[in-house]
T-cell receptor
């Protein structure tokens, strides 16, 4: 596609529910990143994929968070047993090379009630 | 202390003024990014640099690797430049972000 696409753009859920957030990167970009941004803060690194594998998942806050990229393109961030503190904008970015120029999606705003 | 520090946190200016935003970092990096985020909008990459200086239109970015410092300059600022400007440093496989500088340019 022309840019990085994220769906849904907004998600409101109840505490304890399961949520999936999708990222469709720019075609051909092997590097894919997930970040989380809370209000008034800079983005916080969650996980980085190079191809199909998670090269660095050190930013995932706990085992309720999991992300996959099975075919090296689309990635899904999965959050189990959501908590109110998970409310944030989840940003996806892709680049052709690791640590290359980044292209960001518009983000998925998650609100946990 | 954060690994990436930006200053100022907030900045207001009159249209036409010259703007400087600073970024200092404490880790070894392979590249530094300047990003722009409009309210309610996505993030746009302005510059990626590892040495020297880059210019794009009214925007100029410089980096001093020895001093671990970068600056973003905006010449002849305009109200449409109002946004949050974020510095991020690339370290192996991930970026570390500053908390951003909120710029408001008034007509």
């Amino acid at each position: 596609g022309a840019g990085v696409s994220q769906t849904p753009s907004n998600k409101v859920t109840e505490k304890g529910k399961y949520v999936e957030l999708r990222c469709d990167p720019i075609s051909g970009h092997t590097a894919l990143y997930w970040y989380r941004q809370s209000l008034g803060q800079g983005p916080e690194f969650l996980i980085y994929f190079q191809g199909t594998g998670a090269a660095d998942d050190s930013g995932l806050p706990n085992d309720r968070f999991f992300a996959v990229r099975p075919e090296g393109s689309v990635s899904t961030l999965k959050i189990q047993r959501t908590e109110r503190g998970d409310s944030a904008v989840y940003l996806c970015a892709s680049s052709f090379l690791a640590v290359g120029e980044l292209f960001f999606g518009e983000g998925s705003r998650l609100t946990v009630l | 202390k954060n690994e990436v520090e930006q200053s100022p946190q907030n900045l207001t200016a009159q249209e036409g003024e010259f703007i400087t935003i600073n970024c200092s970092y404490s880790v070894g990096i392979s590249a530094l990014h300047w990003l722009q985020q409009h309210p309610g909008g996505g993030i746009v990459s302005l510059f990626m640099l590892s040495s020297g200086k880059k210019k794009h239109g009214r925007l100029i970015a410089t980096i001093n690797i020895q001093e671990k410092h970068s600056s973003l300059h905006i010449t002849a600022s305009h109200p449409r430049d109002s946004a949050v400007y974020i510095c991020a440093v690339g370290n192996t496989d991930k970026l570390i972000f500053g908390t951003g500088t909120r710029l408001q340019v008034f007509p």
